[in-house]
């Protein structure tokens, strides 16, 4: 096991080099760069703004503008240097977990992700967690009572969820509970209230599960419905093997054979799914999200980013989602070992 965690370990760099390759090639290759955003800035032209990023740097968005103040601008954001030379120091720095400074926001990659990371986190997470303790036991029940009345208007709630968007389902949440009718029971901006420092430690973590409510609950709605019919259908499909006959031919009660045996087999395939479930809820569930209720985590960071082409900001966040992603799908692997020690991964190089 010990060799196979570090043969993962080591595919981690080439592919994280590949991926930043790619993205380096295409960001190139799209126009609109931050030195066009300068330009645009210096002539009063997009100022920033989304339309702005499709300014190019031609004759006519250069026209009137210092050739020196040109070449001052190009070597400020690092285009005086031809792109294999940009790529080969920004793999250098990023070597050293180096990330550079924002073009546009004066602080520096790092800072700004460890600055945003606890809203993401959170949400990721807490969804992560709740959809999980849910869904398993749901779905293990519809399981059970497999063609039952309840298993029959609980699998139409589960279809209505998972048809449903997770901004589309904030949006309902926020007109039902926050104002959009008589009833105004949670916050719809932020992760902690503007009063948060003067709490007590009680008043604190009762704020900040207080502000998690409704940004959690639109995330959980897609990921629940999915792993709980991923759950079920799991289960059946175990449940109806020779072995679970034969354990319940022996006396064994029906419980004892449904965590005792199929269980752990069952579950493989949930497992499967959980490194593709958090990487799903951390980067690409979280950005319609955190603009919805105003939180300013790494998903809206890198979207702001990738509009105004910050360069550092759109490959130090791409780098830290890519190695995150990675890591996730190697804790994937060694969470089937815990659930079931009869499979050794170092047996795949054999």
């Known amino acids: 096991m010990t060799a196979y965690i570090l043969r993962r370990l080591l595919l981690v760099i080439p592919t994280l080099l590949v991926i930043l390759l790619v993205n380096f090639v295409i960001v190139q290759a799209a126009p609109g760069g931050p030195v066009e955003q300068a330009v645009a800035r210096l002539q009063g032209i997009g100022a920033g703004a989304p339309g702005g990023a499709s300014v190019q740097l031609d004759s006519r968005a250069s026209r009137g503008l210092d050739p020196a103040l040109l070449e ?3 070597k400020q954001y690092g285009f005086d240097k031809s792109a294999p030379e940009r790529l080969w120091l920004m793999l250098c720095s990023y070597a050293r977990l180096d990330f550079g400074n924002s073009f546009f926001r004066g602080a520096k990659v790092t800072d700004l992700i460890l600055d945003k990371m606890p809203v993401t986190l959170s949400l990721g997470f807490w969804a992560t967690l709740i959809t999980y303790l849910v ?7 519809k399981a059970v009572r497999h063609g039952s009345a309840f298993d029959a208007w609980s699998s139409s709630l589960i279809v209505i969820g998972y048809a449903l968007p997770a901004f589309l389902f904030a949006l309902l949440l ?3 509970f926050a104002g959009g009718t008589s009833l105004n029971w949670f916050p719809v901006r932020g992760l902690v209230s503007e ?7 009680v008043g604190k973590v009762a704020d900040y599960f207080w502000h998690l409510v409704l940004p959690v609950g639109a995330l959980v709605i897609g990921g ?9 259908n799991a289960f059946l499909n175990e449940i109806t093997r020779q072995y679970v006959i034969t354990a319940k031919a022996k006396g064994l009660t ?4 449904l965590y005792g045996h199929v269980f752990r087999n069952a579950i493989l ?8 479930a958090l990487i799903t809820v951390f980067f690409a569930g979280s950005l319609m999200i955190e603009v919805i209720f105003s939180l300013d985590g790494l998903g809206r960071m890198s979207y702001d980013a990738a509009v105004s082409r910050d360069y550092p900001v759109v490959f130090g966040t ?5 190695l995150f992603g990675l890591l996730i799908r190697l804790v994937g692997d060694l969470c089937y070992t815990m659930v079931d020690p009869r499979i050794d991964f170092a047996t795949r190089a054999h």
């Open 269 to 276: 395939l949930v497992v499967a799914g959980l490194p593709q």
């Open 254 to 257: 029906e419980r004892r054979v």
């Open 224 to 232: 629940f419905a999915t792993l709980t019919l991923l759950t079920k």
């Open 174 to 176: 926020i007109v039902l």
């Open 135 to 141: 869904s398993i036991p749901l779905g293990i029940r």
């Open 318 to 322: 791409l780098f830290i989602f890519t």
């Open 72 to 74: 001052t601008i190009k």
């Open 195 to 201: 009063n948060f420092a003067e709490l007590s430690l």
